[in-house]
């Protein structure tokens, strides 16, 4: 058993730092985290660390490379302070889509972070909807992938679901179809694939609706929107195919680029992402998005890694 818990943010996601640490009911120590004026990022750590269990809640959303190195320095400053154990709370793993070859020469970045991570003197990562599972893989420490499902399937039955039977749940692609059947099978309702081909080089895509669609309310489902292109396409793709209502549910809401224009100007009725990376869209964009908070999961992770309970529960769907 480790000493009494303490809580550190950088500046990747302040907001969401607080609300776990008001779901815990522990206030977040302070610490200084900025920049010299060289541009090197600078750590002072103003609260006692010695023997403790000190979690580093820094997600490696954009900037990417500052938040990363905010997190390794963090991790440094806590083990050169004798720190008890210490744990990576990584809600978005920046890298993670660099998780294997594509080409000759190519690096896999996601394992190089892996490395640097436990070089910095992590003893364990918790993170959520990892882009790919075998990330997990990449460490030689305990990392616990926590899914935001259960989050989604609340909001999803109280406010959007109001008729399974006439619901269905769509992947953006095959390598989605794991995710999109979990959640279909959670709500009760069918499942639909969207089919991207080009049909020849410099042809447009034409996207091909496996399943039942129409007259439907569709939920599209993914870990992720980045610069949401494939994402609107695939909603007007839809609603061409008969879709009543198309909405999307997504844990990372990344929206880096395009991404806010295309939402304002998409199909959907509802764009439904988590806090683990802020959310800065306005207008349009903003009334289609809405967030819904992952503090109070992470919050249970870290009492039950404190005090060494199972977290096992927290990987299992329930409809309560």
């Known amino acids: 058993m ?4 303490v809580l550190f943010t950088g500046n990747a996601n302040p907001e969401l730092a607080r609300g776990i640490g008001r779901s815990l009911g522990q206030p977040l120590a302070p610490a200084q985290t900025g920049r010299f004026s060289d541009g090197e990022t600078r750590v002072e750590l103003k609260a006692n660390v010695r023997g403790r269990d000190v979690f580093l809640i820094q997600p490696t959303c ?5 938040n990363l190195m905010e997190l390794l320095i ?18 978005y ?42 990330i997990q893989g990449f460490f030689n420490i305990p990392v616990d992938n926590l899914y935001a499902r259960g989050t989604f399937f609340r909001y999803l039955r109280d406010e959007i679901v109001q008729d399974r039977a006439n619901t269905v749940v769509v992947s953006p692609d095959a390598g989605g179809v794991e995710r999109a059947r979990g959640f279909a099978k959670l709500l009760g309702c069918g499942l639909a694939i969207i089919d991207k081909r080009r049909p020849q080089a410099n042809e447009l895509e034409v996207m091909h609706i496996v399943g039942d ?6 939920v599209i489902v993914d870990d992720m929107i980045d610069t949401a292109g494939t994402m609107t396409k695939g909603a007007k793709a839809l609603v061409d195919h008969g879709a009543k209502s198309v909405f999307a549910v997504a844990t990372h809401p990344v929206l880096s680029g395009p991404a806010h224009q295309r939402i304002a100007e998409s199909v959907f009725d509802k764009v439904i992402v988590t806090d683990s990376i802020p959310n800065d869209a306005k207008g349009v964009a903003s009334s289609k998005i809405h967030v819904l908070s992952v503090a109070p999961l992470l919050a249970e992770a870290i009492r039950s890694i404190h005090f060494n309970d199972s977290i096992s529960r927290l990987f299992v769907d329930r409809d309560e």
């Open 62 to 66: 954009a900037p990417a490379n500052d």
């Open 93 to 134: 793993f920046g890298y993670a889509r660099q998780d294997r070859k594509v080409s000759p020469r190519a690096p896999i970045s996601a394992r190089l972070v892996a490395d640097l991570i436990q070089a910095a003197g992590v003893d364990r990562v918790l993170t959520m909807d990892l882009h790919a599972g075998q």
């Open 213 to 218: 669609v129409k007259g439907m309310r569709a």
């Open 2 to 5: 480790f000493g009494e818990m």
């Open 74 to 91: 963090m991790a440094e400053a806590c083990k050169r302070s004798s720190a008890g154990r210490i744990t990576a709370v990584v809600p």
